[in-house]
């Protein structure tokens, strides 16, 4: 190769592109911060959802065991299992009901604030 200096020098960064790119960078850092989700694990609604299903299968589920085990005991057909079933679904919404009623624990507003 020669020894020669190339007819043109390499040009230099512009200041602008050095402040573009700070700009864009600061830019995506905000976005993705706006975008990142605010919820950290599971939801309060989300888990009295959960709880509300856990008690309507239950009870339900609960008194028809029941009312068959009456049923097979003292040998009356189906209306163990019905006044079972209606026993449990009552039990079941009673218990929604409740828990309906109850008032939401308030979040600390100094927890998050650090994000």
């Given at each position: 190769?020669?020894?020669?200096?190339p007819?043109?020098?390499?040009?230099q960064e512009?200041?602008r592109?050095?402040?573009l790119?700070a700009r864009?960078?600061?830019?995506?850092?905000?976005?993705?911060?706006r975008n990142?989700p605010?919820?950290?694990?599971?939801?309060a609604?989300?888990?009295?959802?959960d709880?509300?299903?856990?008690?309507?299968?239950?009870g339900?589920?609960?008194?028809?065991v029941?009312g068959?085990?009456?049923?097979?005991?003292?040998n009356?057909?189906?209306?163990?299992?019905?006044?079972?079933?209606f026993?449990?679904?009552?039990?079941?919404?009673?218990?929604?009901?409740?828990?309906?009623?109850?008032?939401p624990?308030?979040?600390d507003?100094?927890s998050d604030s650090?994000?």
């Amino acid at each position: 190769m020669s020894d020669e200096k190339p007819a043109r020098e390499p040009i230099q960064e512009d200041a602008r592109i050095d402040a573009l790119e700070a700009r864009l960078r600061a830019a995506r850092e905000r976005e993705e911060q706006r975008n990142r989700p605010q919820v950290k694990g599971v939801d309060a609604n989300y888990r009295k959802g959960d709880r509300v299903l856990a008690n309507l299968l239950g009870g339900i589920i609960g008194g028809l065991v029941i009312g068959f085990a009456v049923d097979a005991l003292l040998n009356i057909a189906p209306w163990g299992l019905l006044a079972g079933l209606f026993l449990g679904m009552a039990s079941a919404f009673r218990s929604i009901i409740l828990s309906a009623n109850t008032r939401p624990a308030e979040p600390d507003e100094g927890s998050d604030s650090g994000l």
